[in-house]
């Protein structure tokens, strides 16, 4: 079953807002078993649309498309669809009443330009929206399935997940499919091919390794497609036992769970706490905790110690220690780390500084200098990194760095 993903919206095009929709929807349908053949951003005109639509139903089996659903003139995606498929709009009072409650949860008012995202195609199957007030629509013809949903990704990713997906598997029948996450960190993508190139030389034509590589981490995953599922996970585990033993140094975890989450359950399981003194991330790594329920069972809260005044007055790092070694230093991060500690009364404390960039770097210390430290119950570790010349890329690799480096050091 191969697939056409279509994104719709001026906003895309002039690069105003990044088309995340279109990524997250083909890795959903991959990993049920649908070919994502092509995907094609277009502007919210009629043309672009009809034309779009036509060509992709004529050599897709599924056209999945984002966008134009709104309350406003310009999104006239529900209209051009009517007009292809042949049929009229009629108010659909189901999802009047949804969009009157979820207006009314938020203290929001009924107009007209939200009740006519009451009118819907007569003729399609129509897709709930638990999240806003444009509903979904679902065309069938003989040869293909026009599926539309809203831009905003957080409504797609609902409807998808709740409605799309699980109508997509009661309509096809997928082949079996089997998935393997193995989740890295501290090494780059080539250096890992490299290490493992003679396992993956050994795997089976029906097992497809990809890495998946994002800053600070490479994910590997392994799929069995067209294999009984049960004995599919069985041969992956085995390849997988094989694999763990060349690069169990880098791996945090597996599918689905992430570093914060991983740190949680650990701090949880020993009754243990945590704290942070952040420098060069600026609280990253504390929202980056936050962001599980039930954090607040083992993080106490974060120093941001910007400044060396703040180093100073709020961390108590001495004078001299700064004046001698510098702010970015294995000195000062190790004393950072030790005194949030102390002072946030935790089993555990992060500290950080670095020089993010683009400017503040010296021949000593270039841009993208950085110094981890945790202290733990009974010792102070320490990690000197240089993470290269772009600002942002820095932040969110130290943090992965630094979430790390507990997570490995819990005891």
Not at 95 to 107: D, G, H
Not at 349 to 357: F, K, L, P, W
């Amino acid at each position: 079953m191969n697939v056409e993903i279509i994104s719709i919206g001026d906003e895309l095009l002039y690069g105003k807002t990044i088309n995340t929709n279109a990524a997250w929807i083909g890795e959903q349908l991959s990993m049920i078993g649908f070919e994502i053949e092509k995907v094609s951003t277009i502007s919210d005109k009629k043309d672009a649309i009809e034309q779009t639509v036509t060509a992709a139903m004529q050599s897709h089996t599924v056209v999945l498309i984002t966008g134009g659903l709104g309350p406003t003139n310009d999104d006239i995606t529900k209209h051009v669809l009517c007009a292809m498929f042949n049929t009229q709009l009629e108010f659909y009072e189901p999802a009047y009443v949804t969009i009157q409650e979820f207006l009314r949860a938020r203290n929001g008012e009924m107009n007209e330009n939200n009740r006519s995202q009451a009118m819907l195609p007569k003729d399609a199957y129509l897709v709930r929206n638990d999240c806003g007030t444009a509903w979904g629509m679902w065309f069938t013809t003989d040869s293909s399935i026009v599926i539309s949903m809203p831009g905003v990704p957080f409504e797609m990713k609902q409807m998808m997940s709740t409605y799309i997906i699980p109508k997509l598997r009661e309509t096809f029948v997928l082949p079996a499919i089997v998935h393997r996450h193995i989740l890295c960190t501290g090494i780059a993508e080539a250096k890992l091919a490299h290490v493992i190139a003679h396992w993956e030389a050994q795997l089976p034509n029906f097992i497809h390794l990809a890495y998946l590589p994002s800053p600070g981490v490479v994910k590997l995953r392994m799929t069995s497609i067209g294999v009984e599922v049960e004995q599919a996970k069985q041969l992956i585990a085995q390849h997988e036992a094989a694999l763990l033993p060349l690069i169990s140094e880098f791996v945090y975890g597996y599918d689905e769970q992430t570093l914060e989450e991983i740190i949680g359950e650990l701090l949880l399981s020993k009754q243990a706490t945590v704290s942070t003194a952040e420098s060069c991330t600026g609280g990253t790594i504390a929202k980056t905790i936050v962001q599980v329920p039930g954090s607040s069972k083992y993080y106490t809260g974060s120093i941001i110690a910007y400044s060396n005044d703040i180093k100073i007055k709020q961390l108590q790092i001495s004078p001299e220690l700064l004046q001698t070694h510098g702010a970015v230093s294995k000195q000062v991060v190790e004393a950072m780390a030790v005194n949030c500690k102390k002072i946030c009364n935790t089993n555990y404390a992060i500290a950080t500084s670095g020089i993010a960039g683009p400017t503040g770097g010296t021949t000593e210390k270039p841009v993208g200098t950085v110094w981890i430290a945790i202290a733990c119950p009974s010792k102070i570790i320490s990690q000197h990194f240089l993470f290269g010349e772009h600002r942002e890329r820095t932040i969110l690799r130290t943090t992965i760095a630094a979430l790390n480096m507990l997570q490995k050091n819990i005891e």
